[in-house]
C-alpha cells in the first residue's frame, strides 16, 4: 500500500526554466509534508516543508504548494540549476504517529541539463 | 563530527549470517531513526527512539530485526540470520525535536548491505 506515490521516476528540464516535481498522497490523516533532495551516496537532506494549514511555502527558488482535497503536493525549482540535479523524494507524516516519524514517496530524478 | 555518521559504509555478508550497523547521531539529538531503502524506492521507516526507548518499532519487517540505543545516543540495527531480500541501503536519522513541528530529519550517507 504506497501511501505517498510519486508518478514521475524521471523528469530532465534546461537550465533556467521551471522543474515542477509532484507527489500524491493516500492518507488523509497526513498533515506535514515535506520535500528531501538527494545526491549519489549522500543521505537525503531536507529542502522545504509544509503544513497542511497552507496550501503554499516558499523558499527562495523553492516552492511547495500543496491541494488537499486533491492530495496533492507539487514542488517548483525556479529557475532550475545543474546543481539542482538529484533524486527527490516527497515525504508526509501524521499527527497520530509518535515523533515525525515520515513516509516517503519513490522518488523523482530531476536533471538539470545546462 | 558534525553529521550523523553511520558505519560500515558496505558491508557484503553470506546468506544466514549475521550483521550489526551502527549510528552516531548528532550530538544533542535525542530522536534516532532507522530507515530502509531498496533500489528504486524511497526510504521506509524500521523503527524510531527517543532516548533510550524505542517509540516506535512498529517498521521492523520482522522478529530477525532488532535495534538498541542503550545510552541514548549511538545506536546498533542488528540483523540475524541475513536473507538475501535484507541486501538494502540502511538509512539512519536524528532530530533534536521530540514534537513533529518541522519534521525534520538529519540522514547519514547509509550503510549498503549486501547478502550473497
Known amino acids: 500500500d504506497q501511501q505517498v506515490k510519486q508518478n514521475s521516476p524521471s523528469l530532465s528540464v534546461q537550465e533556467g526554466r521551471i522543474s515542477i516535481l509532484n507527489c500524491d498522497y493516500t492518507?488523509?490523516?497526513?498533515?506535514?509534508f515535506l520535500w528531501y533532495k538527494k545526491y549519489p551516496a549522500e543521505g537525503p537532506t531536507f529542502l522545504i516543508s509544509?503544513?497542511?494549514?497552507?496550501d503554499k511555502n516558499e523558499d527562495g527558488r523553492f516552492t511547495v504548494f500543496l491541494n488537499k482535497s486533491a492530495k496533492h503536493l507539487s514542488l517548483h525549482i525556479v529557475p532550475s540549476q545543474p546543481g539542482d540535479s538529484a533524486v527527490y523524494f516527497c515525504?508526509?507524516?501524521?499527527?497520530?504517529?509518535?515523533?515525525?516519524?515520515?513516509?516517503f514517496g519513490e522518488g523523482t530524478q530531476l536533471t538539470v541539463n545546462p | 563530527g558534525a553529521g550523523v555518521s553511520q558505519t560500515p559504509s558496505n558491508k557484503v555478508t553470506e546468506k544466514g549470517k549475521y550483521v550489526e550497523l551502527r549510528c552516531d547521531p548528532i550530538?544533542?539529538?535525542?530522536?534516532l531513526y532507522w530507515y530502509r531503502q531498496s533500489l528504486g524506492q524511497g526510504p521506509e521507516f524500521l523503527i524510531y527512539?527517543?532516548?533510550?526507548?524505542?517509540?516506535?518499532d512498529s517498521g521492523l519487517p520482522n522478529d530477525r530485526f532488532f535495534a538498541v540505543r542503550p545510552e541514548g545516543s549511538v545506536s546498533t540495527l542488528k540483523i540475524q540470520r541475513t536473507e538475501r531480500g535484507d541486501s538494502a541501503v540502511y538509512l539512519c536519522?536524528?532530530?533534536?525535536?521530540?514534537?513533529?513541528?518541522?519534521?525534520?530529519?538529519?540522514f547519514g550517507e547509509g550503510s549498503r548491505l549486501t547478502v550473497l
Open positions: 536519522a536524528s532530530s533534536d525535536r521530540t514534537g513533529r513541528e518541522t519534521g525534520e530529519l538529519f
Open positions: 492518507n488523509s490523516m497526513f498533515d506535514y
Open positions: 509544509i503544513s497542511s494549514i497552507k
Open positions: 515525504a508526509a507524516s501524521a499527527r497520530e504517529t509518535s515523533g515525525s516519524r515520515l513516509t
Open positions: 550530538s544533542g539529538h535525542t530522536a
Open positions: 527512539f527517543q532516548g533510550t526507548g524505542a517509540a516506535d
